[in-house]
């Protein structure tokens, strides 16, 4: 199935020359790319933007936002025109529609992963899925089809430091997390 690229979006914001290398890599077009498709930037401003997450319920896209004092996460009302549906978020970075269509988030600021209810004006419920401030920045996030959801926890430092996190079993309402008898709420892959 060919796919027409202006079903991509582009954020452009500081980082202008990002864009010249996506034009680049463009030069190259994958199969599954119609012929002649164009790239488009639907928005664009002076802060770093993060962790594109479509929901098909609202068909809208959420983003995450990182100005010099606030983080915010975002929703891409149409072009050029965007909704704060989260401020202050201490820095949810990474997001992933997850399998029950609530949004997870990486909060690095946090040190958490969080799960929030999509609602029209914001999140209608988040729960914090886990809390632990030894970890360094949770970043990207993903779940997989069984429902394990994993999340980078980088040491910008020295180098990445992966980790995987499992949610509340959805038949037994417990949460796999230590205090549950042989429950491994995280571990670090190797």
Request: with cysteine; aromatic share 10%.
């Amino acid at each position: 199935m060919k796919l027409p690229l202006s079903r991509f979006v582009v954020f452009a914001f500081a980082l202008a020359p990002c864009l010249g290398i996506a034009r680049a890599a463009l030069a190259q077009v994958p199969a599954t790319i119609v012929e002649g498709a164009k790239l488009v930037s639907v928005y664009s401003d002076d802060r770093f933007f993060e962790g594109p997450a479509w929901d098909p319920k609202t068909g809208k896209l959420f983003f995450t936002a990182f100005g010099e004092k606030n983080q915010q996460i975002l929703r891409l009302d149409g072009p050029g025109k965007v909704a704060v549906w989260l401020d202050k978020t201490e820095g949810v970075n990474g997001m992933y529609l997850a399998n029950d269509g609530r949004l997870l988030g990486a909060q690095a600021y946090g040190h958490r992963v969080l799960s929030f209810a999509i609602g029209p004006d914001g999140p209608s419920d988040t729960k914090v899925l886990f809390d632990d401030k030894s970890l360094h920045q949770p970043n990207d996030i993903a779940q997989s089809p069984s429902g394990d959801i994993f999340f980078t926890d980088p040491r910008f430092r020295e180098g990445a430091d992966e980790r995987r996190v499992r949610d509340h079993d959805e038949g037994t309402g417990q949460e796999d997390h230590p205090g549950h008898a042989g429950a491994q709420w995280a571990q670090s892959l190797e």
